[in-house]
């Protein structure tokens, strides 16, 4: 029986009548508070994720050429089969990006979901599956995008749409959800063009998107990195100029000679050091995380200054860590190509080598330049020509979002260690971020042990598990439907 007081609050609208499903058949018929709606029945929602993985992985999606554009009315299909109306856009032909909203009271600024649905090429001959088959074996989906990253977009529109069926009235924010083209090259023909031309359309206050939430393994202690910041890149080339002439009568002008001393140089080159708000907490929790040698030896780097020109891999003994710790707190440097010559018996003019250098936020490129002509010492047979740049982003750490991740994370794994990360390579936030917002990578999954997201992304067999799908889509769900409603 309803007592007086709670027909008058339900005609009030203060609690929310809904029927659910009872044991032995019928409904009850809960009154409850509006933030208080039963949550999803998490098997179906880990079901679903897995069921629209499967379907984008079979849509070949390479880019080049890219052809998201299957990808982009397939996901929009399913959102108006669920009475909500995408909007698709093609940002060059055949680059299709889908966009979809659900509305809240306006109270607070939206929040943004998104992700890429190009992949790189694969290697079919190389796979034991199809790489666009979206097998199903041994409980792992394998396949072209598996990690990198229609998983997250499929795990980013279950979330979506669960959110959308669960008729909740509390939602202070709009929830945005965006899934666009060409991430994986550098020609910016997605999400870039997006937020030029239709910038009301992604407009949030805070976005979600990848690489972030997995769980990563230092010793004995399970860590959950949430990317905060990413570094920029500045794709160049270093061009060295030499006196032609015929083969058999050496000189020493030669332009090959020159490329080859500079390149040894630049690769063994210390360039700029900065620790940044993300590379000092991320490093600080990691020390107290571990504990022990590790530990001490990790806070002793951080806080003596002393220390910072001991290459890390003595301080720490793990190459692997003192490499990826070393590439968050410099700018780095990697020759990536060599080209010179087109004839055995003719000494070239001129001998180049493409370089990838990425730059920390507060960098430049040119700041980065004069590293690299500091580090040769000015040597005029090297000249370096910069073919493209994308910006690093930092964005702040204690706001309500990055608390509600670390809580949520909490809830569902004690013993883990949600850290604040820097990701060397870049995403598209580098494009989110020119509207004001703060996007953090969070796509949360967890592996076990001796499983490595890295090791897995863009490789022979990409796949992943379902169980941990099935816990990224929790974990993503009770983050979103609680920060979408708080004050």
Not at 263 to 286: C, E, N, Q, Y
Not at 350 to 365: I, K, N, Q, V, Y
Not at 435 to 451: D, H, N, R, V
Request: with cysteine; proline share 7%; hydrophobic share 45%.
């Amino acid at each position: 029986m309803w007592s007086p007081a709670q027909l008058k609050q339900a005609a009030c609208g203060r609690f929310l009548p809904l029927f659910v499903n009872a044991p032995g058949g019928g409904c009850w018929l809960y009154f409850g508070p509006m933030s208080a709606l039963p949550m999803p029945n998490w098997q179906l929602l880990a079901d679903e994720t897995v069921r629209y993985l499967r379907d984008l992985i079979r849509l070949d999606t390479s880019n080049p050429p890219g052809n998201e554009i299957v990808a982009a009315e397939y996901i929009a299909r399913i959102l108006q089969g669920q009475g909500i109306a995408p909007v698709v856009i093609e940002t060059a032909p055949k680059r299709g990006n889908v966009i979809a909203r659900i509305t809240g009271d306006g109270s607070a600024p939206p929040l943004l979901l998104y992700s890429h649905t190009d992949v790189v090429p694969a290697e079919r001959d190389r796979w034991t599956v199809d790489p666009f088959g979206g097998e199903l074996k041994d409980g792992f989906v394998y396949g072209r995008g598996a990690l990198d990253m229609k998983g997250i977009t499929a795990m980013q529109l279950a979330v979506f749409l669960a959110v959308a069926r669960s008729g909740r009235r509390d939602m202070r924010r709009d929830l945005i959800f965006a899934a666009t083209a060409d991430e994986e090259t550098d020609t910016n023909q997605g999400i870039g063009v997006l937020v030029e031309r239709h910038p009301d359309l992604l407009r949030a206050e805070y976005a979600l998107s990848e690489f972030g939430g997995h769980s990563m393994y230092i010793g004995n202690r399970c860590f959950y990195p949430i990317q905060t910041a990413e570094k920029g890149n500045v794709w160049m080339r270093a061009v060295a100029r030499g006196k032609p002439g015929h083969a058999s009568v050496p000189h020493p002008d030669n332009a090959v000679v020159h490329l080859a001393r500079a390149v040894d140089k630049l690769a063994r080159a210390r360039l700029s050091m900065s620790i940044t708000p993300t590379a000092r907490a991320f490093i600080a929790g990691l020390a107290d995380g571990v504990g022990g040698g590790l530990g001490i030896a990790l806070r002793a780097w951080l806080e003596m200054d002393a220390l910072r020109d001991v290459p890390l891999h003595r301080l720490i003994g793990d190459p692997g860590l003192a490499a990826e710790l070393y590439a968050i707190t410099h700018n780095t440097l990697a020759p990536t190509g060599l080209r010179a010559g087109y004839k055995t018996n003719v000494i070239p003019s001129s001998a180049e080598a493409t370089l990838d250098c990425r730059t920390l936020p507060g960098f430049a490129s040119h700041d980065l330049v004069a590293d690299l002509q500091r580090a040769l010492g000015d040597d005029p047979a090297i000249a370096f020509e910069v073919d493209s740049t994308g910006e690093a982003v930092e964005f702040p750490l204690d706001t309500p979002l990055f608390r509600t991740i670390e809580r949520t994370l909490k809830q569902h794994d004690p013993q883990g260690i949600p850290l604040p990360y820097m990701m060397t390579g870049a995403t598209d936030a580098k494009h989110v971020a020119r509207l004001g917002t703060i996007c953090y990578g969070f796509s949360p999954m967890q592996f076990a042990p001796g499983e490595s997201f890295f090791d897995l992304v863009h490789g022979h067999d990409e796949r992943v598990a379902v169980s941990a799908l099935a816990w990224g889509v929790r974990v993503l769900y009770e983050v979103v439907s609680e920060f979408v409603a708080a004050p």
